[in-house]
C-alpha cells in the first residue's frame, strides 16, 4: 500500500502509547500502515527501546514487513533491529524455549530436556507418520485402552484433539492435569443449559406454538441406532408437547467420563514424552512448554516481560495465545489489532472471541492466571476501543455489499442472530471513482462459464480498474478466482491449460496425488516386491502400453529389459532421496513438485529409520489423506490468479470472481471430527462406545451425546465471515458463481443471477510459458529468473571422470547441514570428516541452505537470478559465505566464482555493516579457497535475457 499520512483515528492509535487498546481495524483500513508507525513513535519516547517492545505478528513474511516499514519510519537501521522481538507466537516461543526453557519438561513431570538440538517439526504428514508409530507403542503397552481405539474412525484424530487441547491450554501432567485443566474437560452445564432452553423453545406458527428445534431433531430418535441399556427410547424422550421435559438436559449432560479422561490424559502425556524423545517439538507443544514455564518459574517471566506488547491479528489468536500475551506484558501497555469479520481459522483453533468479548476475556483470564499467585498485576478494568474505518482498497458498493454477506442463511432453515448487525463497523471507501459490478451468474458447466466470463472482462472498459486514480481495462493479471475448497481451483487451472489461458495456482495442492509421486510409488512397490502387479501396471501404461499388453506382461511375468536394469539400478541407491531423483530424471521431472516430495521423503526417511516399506505406506496413506502441500504454480507475465480464500487473506486483487458457491463446496459438508471428540460447552465426550452392554461386543451409539449435539448444532458465522474476506479483497469488481446446485450462500446474495452460456476462445499468449513451480518460497515478481548454475559453463565437467557422483555430493551436503545446525550426526565418509573439523573449527553463528534472490538489469529487463547459499559463518563483524564442493579436482574454480559472485552481492545488502568474504570449500581435501567475487555489471553480461541456456550436465554442487 501507497505510503500516506494517517487519517485521525490512525492518529489516535499512532500517538496512543501507553495503557490497553483493543483496535477493531476493518479489511484494507491500513493496519500494517498504523502498527508500525504506532511502534516507530514508541521508539521515540525517551526511555523505549526496541528490547522494550514485543511485536507479534501472524506469519514470519508479515514479521519481517513490519521491520522494513518500522525501520522507514524511525532512526534505526534494519541491522538495528534485527534482534528486535518482532515475531511470530511460535517463532518467540521457540526462541525463549531455546534460552530458558531446558528443563521446562519437569513442569508437567516429564523427565527429559529442551535443548538447541530440539527439533521443531512443522510438516503435518510427517507428524501423523510418527503420531501412528507412537500409537503402534501405546496400545500394545496399553491392552486397557483398546476399546476406545476400537470406537475411532481413523486413531490419528486424538493427535487432532491434543493440539485442541494445547490451544486450550489443558496439559497433562504426570499426576493429572495442568492446573485447572480437567474443569475444561468436565463442560459448563450452566452454558450448555442455556443452549438447551434456546434449542428447546417453542416456535410460533400460524395457530399457535409448534415444537420446538430440539424435539423436532430429535425425531427418529431410535432409526438406525443402537444403544446401550440405559438409553431412552423415543417415546419417553419426546414426551410431551411442543418441547421435551427439562430433566433431559441434566440427564444427559451428567455422565461418567472419568475413564475417557485418563485414557485422553495417558494417549496426550506419553505422547509428549514421545517427541521429546525423539528431539522434537510441533507447534502446540511450543506454546504449551512457554505457558508452563512463564506461569511456575516467576522469576523468569518478570525478567523477560515486555513494557509494550502489541499483538496483530489477534482475531485469529488461541486461548493459549491471549494468556501467553498477558504474561509477557509487564505493564498494561497491551494493544491488540484485529477484525473480528477476518477470524477464519477455527480449524487451527483461533478463537474469534479474543476479539469480539476483549474485555470479559481479559478480566477472566487475569482472574485464572492470579489463581495462586499474582502473574498479571496491572489492572485491566480500563479498555479503550478504536475503530480503523476509512478503507483504502475498496469501492464503497463493495464495502456495502460486503456487509450483507456476515448476515446470509448458510442453510434453508437457518436464522441469523440479528444483533450480528450491531457489531459490524461500518467502512468508508477512499477510492476516488464508485464504478463497481456486482454480479452473480450461474451454469451448469461452471469452469467453462467462469472463462468465458473472464475472456469477456479482460480488455473491457465496463470492467475498468482503478489504477493511480485513473480508470484502465481489466488484464488477466487483475482477475481473481477464490475458492472455499482447494480442487475446484485446480480443475479450472486444468480447464483453462487446455484453452491457452493463463492461469496461476497459489494454495494447497495434494502433492502426493501428482504423477511425480504416483510413479515414485509405483516404482517403490516394484523395490519392494519384484512381481508387484500395482506397480509394473502403473509404469507400464505410463511407457504407453495398451491394457491388454499391461495384462500379458503381468501373468507372465515378461518384464521389459530395460525396466528391469532400470529397477537394478534403483536398488543400488543407498537414500529414499536417490531413489527418487533417478525416478524423477528417468521421467524428466525437474520442478518443485518432484523437489518437494525427495524433501520431504528425506526428510522422514533419514529422521524416523523408515525401509522402503515404510515409505510406501506412508505415501499410500499421504494419498488417501489428500495431504497438501503449498505450491505456487505461476506461468509468468500476465495470469488469472486462483487462490482458496485462505490463501488469498490479507492480499488484494482489481476483480474477484468467488466461484464454486455450491451445496457442499460453500459451506462444506459436514463431518470429520471423530468419536471421542472435544466441544467447548459440554466437554470431552465420545459420540460412540464400544462394550458388551447388551451381552455381546458392540459400537454403541452414546444416546446422551446423541441430544447434547442437536443442542450445540452446527454454526456457521467462520463461513459467512469467509465469504465476507473473499468479498473484500475486490477493488473494483466482484462476481459470484455457482453450478447446477447453488448454495444456499449463493441464492440469498442479494442479487438476481444470470445464466451463462460456456463460449470459450482458445488463447494464444505469448511470454507464458510454464516455469517451475516454486513450493513455499516467496519469489520476487519480476520477468524472469535463473540460477547462478545457469550463468556458469558446464563444458569443464564434460571430461571429469573421477568424480563421486551425484548422491555422495547429496549425502556430504545433508551431512554438512544436519551438523551445523546441531543435529547429533555422526560422519561416514574421509568427506564428512573434513567438514565436521572445519564446521568445528568456526567460533561463530551459523545458517545454512539460505535462499538468495539477486536482481540485475540486463537491457533495461529486470532478471532475478535465485539459488542456495551453503553456510553462512556470521560473526559480529564478518560474514563468511562457504560453498562445499565434493570435486576432486580444481577444474571449476572459474565457473564457481559466478555461482559465489551472485551469493555475495545479496549477503553485502543484508550485512551492510560487515566484512563478506566469499569461499569455496573442498570437501576431499579439507582445503578452503577464497574467492575474488565479480561485480554486478560482470554478473549482468553473463545473464540471457530470454531465459534460455545452454543444455547444462548435472548440478555442480553435487558433483
Known amino acids: 500500500m ?11 492509535l499512532i500517538d496512543a502509547t501507553s495503557g490497553i487498546h483493543v483496535v477493531d481495524a476493518g479489511a484494507g483500513t491500513g493496519k500494517t500502515f498504523t502498527i508500525t508507525r504506532r511502534y516507530a513513535n514508541l521508539l521515540e519516547q525517551g526511555d523505549v527501546e526496541p ?33 528486535a522481538p518482532i515475531n511470530t507466537f511460535h517463532g518467540y516461543c521457540h526462541d525463549l524455549l531455546i534460552r530458558h526453557g531446558f528443563d521446562a519438561p519437569t513442569r508437567l513431570g516429564i523427565d527429559d530436556r529442551i535443548t538447541s538440538s530440539t527439533q521443531l517439526l512443522e510438516n503435518e504428514v510427517i507428524e501423523e507418520d510418527r503420531f501412528r508409530k507412537f500409537l503402534d507403542q501405546f496400545i500394545e503397552a496399553h491392552p486397557d485402552y483398546h476399546d476406545y481405539f476400537r470406537t475411532l474412525n481413523d486413531a490419528t484424530s486424538i493427535l487432532d484433539l491434543i493440539k485442541e487441547l494445547a490451544a486450550k491450554g489443558v496439559f497433562p501432567t504426570d499426576e493429572g492435569w495442568f492446573r485447572d ?14 443452549l438447551f432452553d434456546e434449542a428447546n423453545e417453542p416456535n410460533e406458527g400460524a395457530n399457535g406454538a409448534t415444537q420446538s428445534d430440539l424435539r423436532d431433531g430429535l425425531s427418529g430418535f431410535e432409526r438406525n441406532r443402537c444403544y446401550e441399556p440405559d438409553a431412552p427410547n423415543e417415546g419417553e424422550l419426546r414426551d410431551g408437547y411442543p418441547q421435551i421435559d427439562d430433566a433431559w438436559a441434566s440427564r444427559a449432560f451428567e455422565e461418567d467420563r472419568d475413564d475417557l479422561k485418563a485414557f485422553v490424559h495417558d494417549v496426550y502425556l506419553e505422547y509428549i514424552a514421545f517427541a521429546l524423545q525423539r528431539n522434537y517439538l510441533n507447534f502446540s507443544f511450543l506454546l504449551m512448554f512457554t505457558f508452563a514455564m512463564l506461569c511456575e518459574d516467576h522469576s523468569l517471566r518478570e525478567s523477560v516481560q515486555f513494557d509494550h506488547v502489541l499483538v496483530d491479528e489477534f482475531q485469529d489468536t488461541s486461548e493459549i495465545q491471549f494468556k501467553l500475551a498477558l504474561l509477557l506484558a509487564g505493564t498494561d501497555n497491551l494493544c491488540v489489532v484485529g477484525d473480528w469479520k477476518q477470524s477464519i481459522y477455527s480449524f487451527q483453533y483461533a478463537s474469534v472471541d479474543n476479539i469480539r468479548r476483549f474485555e470479559e476475556r481479559l478480566q477472566t483470564y487475569k482472574r485464572e492466571l492470579n489463581g495462586d499467585y499474582a502473574r498479571v498485576d496491572f489492572p485491566v478494568d480500563d479498555v479503550n476501543e478504536i475503530s480503523l474505518v476509512e478503507n483504502y482498497r475498496s469501492t464503497q458498493s463493495i464495502l456495502d455489499f460486503s456487509e450483507h454477506s456476515l448476515t446470509l442463511p448458510a442453510t434453508g432453515s437457518e436464522e441469523v442472530d440479528p444483533e450480528i448487525q450491531d457489531d459490524i463497523t461500518s467502512l468508508a471507501a477512499t477510492t476516488e471513482h464508485d464504478h463497481s459490478n456486482i454480479e452473480a451468474f450461474t451454469c451448469d458447466d461452471e469452469q467453462e462459464a467462469i472463462l468465458t466470463r473472464i475472456q469477456e472482462i479482460v480488455g473491457n472498459r465496463e470492467y475498468a480498474v482503478e489504477d493511480d486514480g485513473e480508470l484502465r481495462a481489466p488484464t488477466y493479471d487483475d482477475v481473481a478466482v477464490l475458492t472455499r475448497t482447494r480442487d475446484f481451483g485446480r480443475e479450472l487451472q486444468a480447464c483453462a491449460a487446455d484453452y491457452g489461458i493463463p492461469v496461476a495456482y497459489e494454495g494447497g495442492v495434494e502433492l502426493f496425488g501428482t504423477e511425480q509421486s504416483i510413479l515414485l510409488l509405483a516404482w517403490l512397490r516394484i523395490l519392494e516386491h519384484e512381481d508387484s502387479k500395482r506397480g509394473w501396471a502403473v509404469v507400464l501404461e505410463e511407457a504407453g502400453y495398451t491394457l491388454d499388453e499391461v495384462k500379458h506382461v503381468l501373468e507372465t511375468s515378461t518384464y521389459p529389459t530395460g525396466m528391469v536394469e532400470f529397477r537394478d539400478q534403483l536398488a543400488e541407491a543407498e537414500t529414499i532421496g536417490g531413489i527418487a531423483r533417478r525416478v524423477f530424471d528417468r521421467y524428466g521431472f525437474d520442478d518443485a513438485y518432484a523437489d518437494g516430495l525427495v524433501s520431504l521423503l528425506q526428510g522422514t526417511f533419514d529422521s524416523t529409520h523408515h525401509n522402503r516399506g515404510d515409505i510406501v505406506r506412508f505415501l499410500e496413506r499421504s494419498l488417501d489423506a489428500d495431504a497438501t ?12 490468479t486462483v487462490q482458496t480464500i485462505h490463501a488469498a487473506k490479507g492480499l488484494e486483487h482489481p476483480i474477484v470472481i468467488m466461484a464454486n458457491m455450491n451445496q457442499h463446496r460453500f459451506p462444506p459438508s459436514g463431518g470429520g471430527a471423530d468419536r471421542i471428540r472435544y466441544e467447548e460447552r459440554v466437554g470431552l465426550r465420545q459420540s460412540k462406545r464400544y462394550t458388551d452392554a447388551h451381552g455381546r461386543p458392540h459400537l454403541y451409539d452414546n444416546w446422551r451425546y446423541r441430544l447434547l449435539s442437536k443442542c450445540l448444532g452446527r454454526e456457521y458465522d467462520e463461513e459467512r465471515r469467509l465469504l465476507y474476506v473473499a468479498i473484500t479483497r475486490a ?41 517451475q513451480l516454486q513450493i513455499s518460497v516467496p519469489v520476487p515478481e519480476t520477468p524472469s529468473g535463473q540460477s547462478p548454475h545457469s550463468l556458469m559453463d558446464d563444458s569443464v565437467f564434460s571430461d ?11 549425502r556430504v551436503h545433508d551431512f554438512a547441514e544436519r551438523y551445523a545446525i546441531g543435529e547429533a550426526v555422526e560422519p561416514t565418509s574421509p568427506d564428512e570428516r573434513n567438514v565436521q573439523r572445519f564446521l568445528d573449527s568456526l567460533p561463530g553463528k551459523f545458517r545454512v541452505e539460505e ?26 563483524d564478518w560474514v563468511e559465505i562457504v560453498d562445499y564442493k565434493t570435486d576432486r579436482g580444481r577444474h571449476a574454480e572459474a565457473e564457481y566464482r559466478k ?21 569455496i570449500y573442498y570437501t576431499a581435501d579439507g582445503e578452503r579457497v577464497e574467492v575474488d567475487p565479480l561485480l554486478l555489471d560482470e554478473l549482468g553480461e553473463l545473464v540471457n535475457v530470454d531465459g534460455t541456456h545452454e543444455e547444462r550436465g548435472e548440478d555442480p554442487r553435487i558433483r
Do not use: W
Not at 571429469?800 to 547429496?810: A, I, L, R, S
Open 2 to 12: 501507497t505510503e500516506y499520512e494517517p487519517n485521525e483515528r490512525q492518529q489516535e
Open 51 to 83: 528490547e522494550d517492545i514485543l511485536l507479534i505478528t501472524f506469519t514470519n513474511n508479515a514479521a519481517g514487513e513490519m521491520k522494513e516499514r518500522v525501520v522507514a519510519n524511525c532512526d534505526y537501521s534494519m541491522s538495528a533491529l534485527r534482534d
Open 899 to 919: 555461482q559465489l559472485s551472485v551469493y555475495y552481492h545479496v549477503v553485502r545488502q543484508e550485512y551492510p555493516d560487515r566484512r563478506v568474504s566469499t569461499s
Open 800 to 810: 571429469v571422470e573421477d568424480g563421486k557422483g551425484m548422491e555422495f555430493g547429496t
Open 731 to 771: 477493488e473494483s469488481h466482484v462476481l459470484f458463481s455457482a453450478g447446477e446446485s447453488p448454495s444456499p450462500l449463493f441464492e440469498n446474495l442479494p442479487l438476481e443471477p444470470s445464466t451463462v452460456e460456456p463460449d470459450v476462445e482458445d488463447a494464444a499468449v505469448g511470454g507464458t510459458e510454464q516455469t
Open 851 to 876: 535462499n538468495v534472490y539477486l536482481p540485475v538489469s540486463v537491457d533495461g529487463q529486470q532478471v532475478t537470478i535465485s539459488g542456495i547459499v551453503d553456510l553462512l559463518h556470521v560473526t559480529d
Open 629 to 640: 502441500h503449498e505450491v505456487e504454480d505461476n506461468p509468468g507475465g500476465d495470469s488469472v
Open 181 to 194: 485443566g480437567e474443569s475444561f474437560l468436565d463442560g459448563d452445564y450452566e452454558e450448555f443449559k442455556t
